[in-house]
């Protein structure tokens, strides 16, 4: 069974730096990752994923991840903190093609900039 | 293109009674997944249907259960509700249409649910 692995409840970022919001993987073959993030009372809002390619993958609102699969990593970066990217952030892995199965998540991370 | 929809957005119900909740995916998407989060657990995948059936099912007991319907709307019941029942449901919809599972799913804004 696939699993996905948040080791940081909470990241503290000051505005204007760079942020990482780690998440490590296992899965059985090659995976597909994706991550969500959820701002309060809200649903998961998409961000970017990683099928195949080029390891370094662009989302939304200037987010990116790389993937690295002799890690088994897939952590998100953003060059520039703004305050209004403090929220929860999710990260998930689905089987390889051919599964039917949902996304495993991880636990979350709250990411908190600061001003 | 709307989003996934989801109504009610809150409910309020008391133990042993029985909840349905419903989900309109986005226009064309053919499947449509159900997750549970609570504080505890996290997001946990309660199943997915296509094409009106159940493609999959995670592990949760029989009292919770689904249908899809032939325009891809969807509903998720909860019978015998339990206090441990209290949870963010959310629903999420992709395109499925090679059975790929390599499309992204986009989620709705969830169901509160809280079982007093």
């Known amino acids: 069974a696939q699993s996905v692995a948040q080791p940081e409840d909470q990241v503290n970022v000051a505005e204007g730096n760079p942020l990482t919001v780690k998440c490590t993987y296992s899965?059985?073959?090659?995976?597909?990752l994706f991550w969500y993030v959820q701002y309060p009372n809200r649903g998961l809002q998409f961000l970017l994923k990683?099928?195949?390619?080029?390891?370094l993958v662009k989302g939304s609102y200037g987010f990116e991840a790389e993937f690295n699969k002799s890690q088994t990593s897939f952590h998100l970066k953003k060059p520039s903190a703004l305050v209004s990217d403090s929220a929860l952030y999710f990260c998930?892995?689905?089987?390889?093609?051919?599964?039917?199965?949902?996304?495993?998540f991880g636990k979350g991370t709250h990411l908190i900039i600061q001003p | 293109k709307a989003g996934v929809t989801q109504t009610p957005r809150y409910l309020i119900k008391t133990r042993g009674q029985q909840v349905t909740l419903s989900c309109s995916p986005i226009?064309?998407?053919?499947?449509v997944s159900w997750y549970q989060q609570t504080p505890g657990q996290g997001l946990q995948f309660l199943f997915e249907?296509?094409?009106?059936?159940?493609?999959n099912k995670g592990n949760f007991p029989g009292r919770f259960s689904g249908r899809q319907f032939s325009n891809s709307r969807s509903e998720m019941n909860v019978s015998t509700l339990e206090l441990g029942d209290s949870a963010l449901y959310l629903c999420?919809?992709?395109?499925?249409?090679?059975?790929?599972?390599?499309?992204?799913?986009?989620f709705g804004p969830g169901t509160r649910l809280t079982v007093l």
């Open positions: 999420a919809s992709r395109r499925a249409s090679s059975g790929t599972s390599t499309d992204t799913q986009y």
């Open positions: 899965v059985s073959g090659n995976p597909y």
């Open positions: 990683y099928i195949t390619g080029d390891n």
């Open positions: 998930a892995v689905r089987p390889p093609e051919g599964g039917a199965d949902g996304l495993t």
């Open positions: 226009s064309g998407h053919r499947s």
């Open positions: 249907y296509f094409s009106e059936t159940q493609r």
